[in-house]
């Protein structure tokens, strides 16, 4: 990642640090889903518990890998402070703004979508966003191989079946939703330009 202690010159590619901005976002919710299902507040469930377990396992299986190599949003928020104080003009690394401004676009755009409590599905938002960004949009991921080793389709997969299940149509409709979320959340991160701002003090967004 481009988050360090010390100054550097910038030698990651902006589509490379869109990347990062996801997967922070992608991490950060994963933990919270987790934390959910093990506090029982949460559930995956799509009628059909083989599809149910597999879902989880994958999800845990990437939490693990992204744990090796990605902080979540309330470290980037630490960082974020500690860099501002160690910085006399309290601006942070060019690399690093972008890095936020990555991360705010995402937010706010699922924000556009979403109210506060509402219900939606977040694995299904994390599979397809990965699915989205690696495979359709064949992003980079030099930095995180790891992340070809999921079948996006296949778990992906799983929801089609249980859209076309007419028996759930709140299911059903929600999994279209979260589909469409998600599209809308990669075009607008693929279609952000980040351009260094002199004046401007960054500020994280909550998830």
């Known amino acids: 990642m481009s988050i360090n202690n010390k100054p550097q010159i910038c030698i990651k590619l902006l589509r490379d640090i869109k990347t990062d901005a996801l997967l922070i976002y ?4 994963i933990e ?70 990555y991360y705010n676009t995402i937010v706010k755009q699922i924000e556009t979508y979403l109210n506060e409590g509402e219900l939606w599905i977040p694995e299904q ?18 930095f995180y191989s790891f992340l070809n080793d999921f079948d996006y ?10 859209r076309n ?3 759930n149509l709140n299911l059903k409709k929600n999994i279209l939703k979260m589909y469409q979320i998600s599209s809308s959340m990669i075009k607008k991160l693929k279609n952000s330009k980040y351009k260094i701002n002199s ?7 909550k998830k």
């Open 125 to 142: 938002i994390i599979l397809a966003l990965l699915s989205e960004w690696i495979i359709e949009e064949e992003k980079s991921i030099t």
């Open 165 to 167: 299940n007419e028996k």
């Open 32 to 101: 919270e889903l987790l934390e959910n299902i093990k506090n029982d507040t949460y559930k995956i469930d799509l009628g059909v518990e083989k599809f149910n377990n597999e879902i989880e396992r994958n999800i845990i299986e990437l939490n693990e890998k992204l744990d090796k190599t990605i902080i979540n949003a309330y470290e980037l928020k630490s960082f974020m402070a500690y860099q501002q104080t160690r910085q006399v003009n309290h601006k942070l690394l060019p690399n690093d703004e972008a890095l936020i401004f």
């Open 26 to 29: 992608v991490k950060t919710v």
């Open 153 to 162: 389709i296949k778990l992906l997969g799983f929801y089609e079946l249980a």
């Open 199 to 205: 004046s401007r003090k960054s500020k994280l967004r």
